[in-house]
């Protein structure tokens, strides 16, 4: 089945560490994003990419980075210079730019604490 | 910064009934898309209507229906004949220039 997987579902890191969260798809999309979601703030935009290779910072882009090796994956890492990396974090993958004429499509979500 | 404006954290309605969810965005562009996102307690994010701007009719899924005022930046989203599943939070979003940008949500209880 075609879809958009995100890995782990939950996730512990000690304070000071770097954890990478995991995104493929399979569903032939060029652009794919990052959002996290805090209680009351909605979704927030991390970083966005809509050609491998190519990625741009999005509003809360301080503290994480990305790669765009292959066009199916979108990792995340979030760096021990985040100061509030516990949150909900949601990737995203749409055929071309949402704004133009595609919905984006969601993984599960993965739960990040910070012990 | 351009944002996306959702005014009622919570909303409540009897089950059968209609109930409306609204939303206003700001935008200095022209050619953009407008979703309305639903997300139950399992957090998975589910479309449930998308609006073209440059259309005027308004969209409409079944059960789901927009109003769409192009001039007031108004995008409110209408729920007919309310369903127990219907209950979750619901995101308002505008998409241009690759960036999708979210409300703050809408938490929707339907009572039995």
């Known amino acids: 089945d075609g879809g958009i997987t995100q890995s782990p579902k939950y996730l512990f890191r000690k304070e000071g560490q770097n954890v990478t969260l995991s995104c493929e798809q399979n569903l032939n999309h060029d652009a794919m994003y990052w959002y996290r979601q805090d209680p009351g703030q909605g979704l927030r935009l991390i970083y966005y990419?809509?050609?491998?290779?190519?990625?741009q910072k999005g509003d809360i882009a301080e503290g994480y980075s990305v790669s765009r090796e292959k066009k199916e994956s979108f990792p995340l890492t979030v760096t021990s210079a985040q100061k509030n990396p516990t949150a909900f974090y949601l990737c995203?993958?749409?055929?071309?730019?949402?704004?133009?004429?595609?919905?984006?499509?969601f993984g599960q979500g993965t739960r990040l604490t910070v012990v | 910064a351009q944002t996306v404006t959702q005014s009622q954290p919570e909303m409540s309605v009897q089950e059968a009934e209609t109930v409306t969810l609204s939303c206003t965005y700001d935008?200095?562009?022209?050619?953009?898309?407008l979703f309305w996102y639903k997300q139950p307690p399992s957090r998975q994010m589910i479309l449930v209507i998308r609006q073209e701007a440059y259309k005027q009719q308004n969209a409409t899924e079944n059960r789901f229906s927009v109003n769409f005022q192009k001039a007031a930046k108004s995008f409110s989203l209408k729920i007919s004949d309310s369903q127990l599943g219907d209950a979750a939070m619901y995101f308002c979003?505008?998409?241009?220039?690759?960036?999708?940008?979210f409300g703050k949500g809408t938490k929707l209880s339907v009572k039995p």
């Open positions: 995203a993958s749409s055929a071309r730019d949402p704004g133009t004429n595609t919905e984006a499509f």
């Open positions: 979003a505008r998409g241009s220039q690759g960036n999708l940008i």
């Open positions: 990419s809509q050609i491998v290779n190519d990625f």
């Open positions: 935008t200095s562009e022209s050619d953009y898309y």
